[in-house]
Each structure stands twice: as structure tokens, then as C-alpha cells.
């Protein structure tokens, strides 16, 4: 049974830093296509921030986090990072940790990932 699930979420202020962990058992690397790291802020539509393809580990990032965002992974691929720099209140959000098999989707998008964490709340005051 894939299991994934998020810590390190919580209250910073304007120009904070908080680290995003996922722990992730049940999904051997080799079956995963991609993982994903999503947000979704009250009223908006749940987004992909960061995300890498197993096939190409080089994560690709939003325009809304580039540069200032982080997604990497430990050595044994179980345990997913998100390290949050220069928050700002405009990415309070909830943000959910995702993945998806081979066959499955490619992370783009919400639509159809088989696979979710149960999220973390950042809330980031100016």
C-alpha cells in the first residue's frame, strides 16, 4: 500500500524559510514515474510547484516558486524535500506531497494522480 505523508508545515513570517518533509513507503523507485509537490490556497485550484521524473531528476519548478524553492530527495528515494526560502504571504496554501506509477499521470496536473498526501498547512504573515 503506497503511503505518502507530509510534515514540517506551520507560521512564518514575510521572508521566512521552512522545509517540507514527505515520507514515502510502499512505492518502490523504479515503479514511480514522477513525484510532485502541490498546493492549493483557499479559492484557487490546486497547483504543481516542483516535480521530478524518475527517468530525469532535475526537478522542474512553477514560475511562482523558481528560485526560491527547492525539491530534492535522501539517497534511499524515500523521503521527499521541499526546502520553502523567501516566503511570502502569497504562498500560504495548504501543500500535499503526490506521486504517480508508470502508466499513470505525469504529475502536471492534479487531474488523475493516483496518489496523495494528506498535506501540511504554511501560512506565511507579512
Known amino acids: 500500500q503506497v503511503q505518502l505523508a507530509e510534515s514540517g508545515g506551520g507560521s512564518v513570517q514575510a521572508g521566512g524559510s521552512l522545509r517540507l518533509t514527505c515520507a514515502v513507503s510502499?512505492?518502490?523507485?523504479?515503479?514511480?514515474?514522477?513525484m510532485a509537490w502541490f498546493r492549493q490556497a483557499p479559492g484557487k485550484e490546486r497547483e504543481a510547484i516542483a516535480t521530478i521524473y524518475t527517468v530525469n531528476p532535475s526537478p522542474l519548478y512553477s514560475n511562482s516558486v523558481r528560485g526560491r524553492f527547492t525539491f530534492s530527495q535522501d539517497n534511499a528515494k524515500n523521503t521527499l524535500y521541499l526546502q520553502m526560502n523567501s516566503l511570502q504571504p502569497e504562498d500560504t496554501a495548504m501543500y500535499y506531497c503526490?506521486?504517480?506509477?508508470?502508466?499513470?499521470?505525469?504529475?502536471?496536473?492534479?487531474?488523475?494522480?493516483?496518489?496523495w498526501g494528506q498535506g501540511t498547512q504554511v501560512t506565511v504573515s507579512s
Open positions: 503526490a506521486a504517480d506509477r508508470w502508466g499513470g499521470s505525469d504529475c502536471g496536473g492534479p487531474d488523475g494522480i493516483s496518489y
Open positions: 510502499g512505492f518502490p523507485y523504479n515503479d514511480r514515474r514522477c
